[in-house]
Nanobody
Framework: QVQLLESGGGLVQPGGSLRLSCAASGDAFRIVVMGWYRQAPEKQREAVAAITNSGHISYSDSVKGRFTISRDNTNNTVYLEMSSLQPEDTAVYYC?????????WGQGTQVTVSS
């Protein structure tokens, strides 16, 4: 089992920045990919960014150039640096881990971009 603890959401003005963190504990050796999804009201959950054990990174087109994902393998923590935030980035952000046998989800953290 892998447990995920997210932090860092909140309210920010358009153009502002936020940093999300997700710390994995438990059977961290099972982790293959760490990443982030988001779900806006009345929309489907969508992938935002992901980073593999080898450091390969992918972003959705909607956040490319504005968000940066990084990973601390020593502490099994993944970060999402979000900049130039816009109201359309408002969503619940979920940490996601793809393990060797299943995937895991964090509890979600709210990000609200509003003036």
């Amino acid at each position: 089992q892998v447990q995920l603890l997210e932090s860092g959401g909140g309210l920010v003005q358009p153009g502002g920045s936020l940093r999300l963190s997700c710390a994995a504990s438990g059977d961290a050796f099972r982790i293959v990919v760490m990443g982030w999804y988001r779900q806006a009201p009345e929309k489907q959950r969508e992938a935002v960014a992901a980073i593999t054990n080898s450091g390969h990174i992918s972003y959705s087109d909607s956040v490319k150039g504005r968000f940066t994902i990084s990973r601390d393998n020593t502490n099994n923590t993944v970060y999402l640096e979000m900049s130039s935030l816009q109201p359309e980035d408002t969503a619940v952000y979920y940490c996601h881990v793809l393990g060797t046998t299943r995937d895991y989800w964090g509890q979600g953290t709210q990000v609200t971009v509003s003036s």
